[in-house]
């Protein structure tokens, strides 16, 4: 998940509803009234309340589904090992047709068939490379372990969601695919996502959630883009001494870097740019015949990441340039190129789209306050398909994301976390009679 600091509460707005829903809610002894722009939260049904009821008694369960694939390794392109043993977990919690597409995702489905398709899913990967030491320290409520909040917090909650559907004897009157998908984090480039929506179930999904790291009310709502390139700077290379004064491919790409620091972009609608990787070089006492930079760009609007993308590339072009001229007497050519690491569409929904305010009822109805945001996640690929699409948190809090030092911290009411899940296929996908 990539998290952006836009976002948007909105305690005591006030909404007018184009279809009101009033639902009494009866659950640990509360009422509440809740509303639904178009999209009833069937709180009252006596199956998802007998669900939601089971969920806090599985809070130390779901932390341990959380804790152990967790200590799976899954690198980029490397989800295999975590999702056989996703899989696995699915299949023992009585889901016999889960299964792994070509991509690595992994889907099992639920449901009479007779609504809506929504898929409820979880990413598998990290962003950790092959080799990271992916084991957990726990310290009371704490628990410490690189990508235990992303996603396996994710994880845990489609896979709690998946025992008490079947426990509870919760049947979606609509089709449910619950997912372990591959390929969310930056290289991937969305690639599990899109092979669902565009190989498995083309034309068919009706409504996205992504359930990506801890938290309780924020609801992402609209997809922050980003391009993300890597440049090569090569050029003949020689001797540090013999060769001296020929254009070094490194120097032009600390020239180019340098300039990319200086770019001023908008704050809004917000546009990030940063150049996180650098490398090259053989020796010490070489000119480098190549040096690298992986660059990322990103923001809410299309037009400003195209703008910054083209403000990244003018400034490459002059770092080479700047190089050429230092050295008048070097026939040394440098050239650069670009390899696309992932380009992520932007897209948005108002605050007032049926599942927007599907999840904003849902979460006030467990006593959360909600809030809007943008970032990057599994759900900005269905927003800009047009698919009705968000990103909900898993419960409890977490720190530290991308990071090996990552923590989560379980908190009284972390289970709200799969409650929300369970009230957002509910009413998305409605319950068979």
């Not at 809740?34 to 932390?63: E, F, H, I, K, Y």
């Not at 990441?305 to 002059?318: E, G, K, S, T, W």
């Not at 923590?407 to 709200?416: G, H, M, N, Q, V």
Request: aromatic content about 4%.
């Amino acid at each position: 998940m990539h998290a952006s600091p836009r976002s948007h509460s909105h305690r005591g707005r006030r909404t007018h509803w184009s279809a009101a829903l009033t639902t009494l809610l009866l659950i640990g002894g509360l009422t509440r009234t809740v509303q639904a722009q178009g999209l009833p939260v069937p709180l009252s049904d006596p199956s998802v309340m007998r669900a939601m009821s089971a969920m806090p008694s599985l809070q130390s369960w779901t932390l341990a589904q959380q804790i152990s694939i967790c200590e799976i390794p899954a690198p980029p392109f490397k989800e295999q090992a975590r999702a056989a043993e996703f899989q696995r977990r699915l299949i023992a919690l009585g889901y016999r047709d889960a299964r792994i597409d070509t991509e690595g995702n992994v889907i099992a489905t639920i449901g009479d068939g007779k609504g809506p398709v929504v898929i409820l899913a979880g990413h598998l990967d990290t962003v950790f490379p092959e080799g990271t030491d992916v084991r957990t320290t726990r310290t009371g409520d704490r628990v410490a372990g690189p990508g235990i909040g992303d996603d396996c917090r994710g994880l845990a909650v489609v896979l709690t969601l998946a025992r008490v559907l079947k426990e509870q004897r919760v049947t979606p009157r609509g089709t449910v695919h619950l997912v372990g998908n591959v390929g969310e984090e930056g290289p991937g480039d969305l690639r599990g996502v899109r092979h669902l929506l565009t190989k498995e179930f083309p034309g068919k999904v009706n409504y996205f959630i992504s359930v990506d790291g801890a938290g309780d009310g924020r609801i992402v709502s609209r997809a922050v883009g980003s391009h993300r390139y890597t440049v090569a700077f090569k050029g003949p290379g020689g001797h540090s001494y013999g060769a001296f004064g020929m254009a070094n491919p490194m120097h032009a790409m600390g020239r180019a870097i340098a300039k990319i620091g200086d770019l001023r972009v908008p704050s809004n609608p917000r546009t990030t740019f940063n150049v996180g990787i650098v490398r090259g070089g053989t020796s010490v006492n070489t000119i480098t015949p190549l040096a690298e930079m992986e660059v990322d760009m990103r923001s809410e609007s299309p037009e400003a990441l195209a703008a910054v993308d083209a403000q990244i590339r003018a400034a490459i072009a002059a770092g080479v340039v700047e190089e050429l001229a230092r050295w008048p007497n070097s026939r040394a050519a440098i050239t650069v190129t670009y390899d696309t690491i992932g380009i992520r569409p932007t897209g948005g929904q108002s605050d007032d789209a049926p599942i927007v305010q599907t999840a904003w009822a849902a979460i006030e109805a467990l006593g959360w306050l909600p809030s809007t945001s943008a970032s990057s996640t599994d759900a900005n690929l269905p927003i800009a398909m047009g698919i009705p699409a968000i990103t909900i948190n898993g419960g409890g809090r977490s720190t530290g994301a991308h990071g090996t030092e990552e923590a989560y911290t379980e908190t009284p009411d972390s289970y709200k976390g799969p409650q929300l899940a369970l009230l957002l296929i509910a009413a998305l996908a409605g319950i068979a009679r």
